[in-house]
């Protein structure tokens, strides 16, 4: 298979899951912002109030956006370019839907679009560039890891007072603790093993 006709592909892929994922992420992410969480809810709709706040948390949309950085890349370039794509796709998914979901998103000054747009492209080329760069090194997810505390320390100890809440830090947490393992283990298994001396190996 020909440079072009892979490169050809990798687009094809590239953009099936940037509309798939992209419309899924910005669907949920509206439905986050309109979530009322008053009182006893049913198992049916907390699980779609964890998922939909998850998947419009800050870190989710790195992670997505340094899986396509990873996955979809074969230089630097095309994993910013890819990651910034596909986040400005999803973006506008979520201002188109939240449009016809809400009535006031009409009134939304231009500045802010501006604003959500730019922030968006620029989490979008970090993420993909992090995501290209995680297959040399596993240690540039210290800076995911950082990106967890952070939005830890975001959502308060307020949001420790609610099922959903309580259900997204724990996720937090766990996906703290798993990077640390990773990165304890990936450290452990890249150091050199202590040859013995020929005398001592017999």
């Not at 298979?1 to 994922?21: A, S």
């Not at 986050?32 to 809810?41: A, E, H, R, V």
């Amino acid at each position: 298979m020909g440079d072009k006709q892979v490169q050809k592909r990798g687009w094809k892929h590239f953009t099936i899951f940037t509309i798939i994922v992209g419309l899924i992420v910005g669907t949920t992410s509206v439905i986050s912002d309109n979530l009322f969480l008053l009182g006893d809810i049913s198992f049916t709709k907390f699980v779609i109030s964890y998922l939909s706040i998850m998947i419009n948390s800050l870190p989710m949309w790195f992670i997505l956006a340094m899986f396509v950085g990873y996955t979809f890349s074969r230089s630097l370039k095309e994993a910013a370019l890819f990651a910034v794509i596909y986040t400005i796709v999803t973006i506008t998914f979520y201002f188109v839907i939240g449009y016809f979901y809400d009535d006031n998103a009409i009134s939304t000054p231009i500045t802010t679009y501006v604003e959500w747009y730019g922030a968006s492209a620029l989490g979008g080329l970090i993420g993909g560039v992090i995501g290209f760069f995680l297959r040399k090194t596993p240690f540039v997810l210290l800076i995911l890891l950082a990106g967890l505390l952070l939005q830890l320390y975001i959502n308060g100890m307020s949001s420790w007072n609610n099922i959903i809440g309580i259900s997204q830090n724990i996720t937090f947490c766990l996906m703290i603790l798993s990077i640390l393992i990773y990165l304890v283990t990936s450290k452990i298994s890249s150091c050199p093993k202590t040859q013995l001396p020929n005398s001592m190996s017999r």
